[in-house]
Nanobody, 120 residues
Framework: QVQLVESGGGLVQAGGSLRLSCAASGSIRRINAMGWYRQAPGKQRELVASITSDGSTNYADAVKGRFTISRDNAKSTIYLQMNSLKPEDTAVYYC??????????????WGQGTQVTVSS
């Protein structure tokens, strides 16, 4: 089994910064793409940013220039540096990972989510 553990959420004022972390553990042969999604109350879950195993990144238009995703392959961990936060960034943030386990095909795993609240 694979576990994704997120940390770093919290309450911050508009204009502030937070850094989220997500560490993968378990029986892992290889981790392909990893990413961050978010879900605000009453809205669908949406992609925030993703990063491939070789470091290529993709961002939602709403966070370009403010958020930065990075990855430490040795630690099976990704980070999301969030700067210039806005109230509309308030959501539960979920880590997502495409993992290849030994003797198994690729599967997608989700973390438990971490709350980010931005006050105006």
């Amino acid at each position: 089994q694979v576990q994704l553990v997120e940390s770093g959420g919290g309450l911050v004022q508009a204009g502030g910064s937070l850094r989220l972390s997500c560490a993968a553990s378990g029986s892992i042969r290889r981790i392909n793409a990893m990413g961050w999604y978010r879900q605000a109350p009453g809205k669908q879950r949406e992609l925030v940013a993703s990063i491939t195993s070789d470091g290529s990144t993709n961002y939602a238009d709403a966070v370009k220039g403010r958020f930065t995703i990075s990855r430490d392959n040795a630690k099976s961990t990704i980070y999301l540096q969030m700067n210039s936060l806005k109230p509309e960034d308030t959501a539960v943030y979920y880590c997502n990972s495409n993992v290849v386990q030994y003797f198994r095909s690729e599967s997608t795993y989700w973390g438990q989510g971490t709350q980010v609240t931005v006050s105006s």
